[in-house]
């Protein structure tokens, strides 16, 4: 099983920045693929941003431009580096982690984005 903790979130201004972490508990390289999920208020959990392990990624239309998933191997930690947010980034961001043919998830943490 993998273990996820998010950290970092917190409310900011519009057009304003925050980076997100999420350290897992076991070495990332052996995950297949880490991303980062948001779940607006009233709504269903989507994509944000996805890296298979080989490096490539993938990133919602919304926030393409905007936000940058990294990664360091070395601290078992994934990034979301969130620049010109705005009110409708508001959400609780997840971190999710496929590996065993499962997904596995962290609790959450929350994004609120002020006008």
């Known amino acids: 099983q993998v273990q996820l903790m998010e950290s970092g979130g917190g409310l900011v201004q519009a057009g304003g920045s925050l980076r997100l972490s999420c350290a897992a508990s076991e070495a990332i390289f052996k995950i297949d693929a880490m991303g980062w999920y948001r779940q607006p208020p009233g709504n269903q959990r989507e994509l944000v941003a996805r890296?298979?392990?080989?490096?490539?990624?993938n990133y919602a239309d919304s926030v393409k431009g905007r936000f940058t998933i990294s990664r360091d191997n070395a601290k078992n930690t994934v990034y979301l580096q969130m620049n010109s947010l705005k009110p409708e980034d508001t959400a609780v961001y997840y971190c999710g982690a496929q590996r065993y043919g499962l997904t596995f998830w962290g609790k959450g943490i929350l994004v609120t984005v002020s006008a």
């Open positions: 890296m298979a392990t080989g490096g490539s990624t």
